[in-house]
């Protein structure tokens, strides 16, 4: 019975943990009146997926770029570490191709459960060839990865905001190798 409950306490605080760190990173990314915010240059598919919200200003050059599928371009613009022990990957998939592209469902990964939240980045892992691991999505308790979701086609040269929330590596870690299913792997570095 003690089992029982050490793990159902354990869930209880990891829960806790994911819950706390979204509601930081929601209230860190409110702003004031200012007027010359850059406007998001993504959009979501026409089915009615998620909008994406304009990101802080991107760098000009990616930390890295993963090639796809029918001309569909990753590209990694920040992979930060937080104090909370989570690293987060942002970036912009673009289709470079001529005409519409509809992002693979394979990218979701083939777990049932997560699966069942629709269209995600849910299928990505970050390789930690230093300490030899390899990190998957984070899961909330309901099952839905943390990353950006409910997304569909894109039509040629239509960009979409994407993230991806990692357990992070340990801090002298500096370098990982992000796979995502469909998509060339890249190196990125870490800061924070």
Known sequence: MS????AKARRGVAALTVATGLVLGVAGCGGGGDDEKPKAS??????GGSQPS??????ETPLAELKGSDGLLLQVTSVERDSGGFLTV????????????????????????????????GGATLVDSKGKKR????????????????????????????????????????????????????TIKISG
């Open 90 to 121: 942002n970036g912009t998939v673009k289709n470079d191709g001529a005409e519409s592209a509809v992002i693979p469902s394979q990218i979701s990964g083939d777990e049932t459960e997560v699966i069942a939240h629709g269209p995600s980045f």
């Open 135 to 186: 990190y998957y999505v984070l899961r909330d308790t309901d099952g839905r990865p943390l990353t950006t979701t409910g997304f569909g086609t894109l039509e040629s040269g239509q960009t979409l905001a994407i993230f991806m929330q990692f357990p992070a590596p340990p801090t002298d870690t500096v370098e990982v190798s992000l796979q995502v299913p469909t998509f060339s792997s890249g």
């Open 3 to 6: 089992v029982r409950l050490t």
């Open 54 to 59: 304009a990101q802080e200003e991107q760098p």
């Open 42 to 47: 993504a959009s979501a598919s026409k089915d």
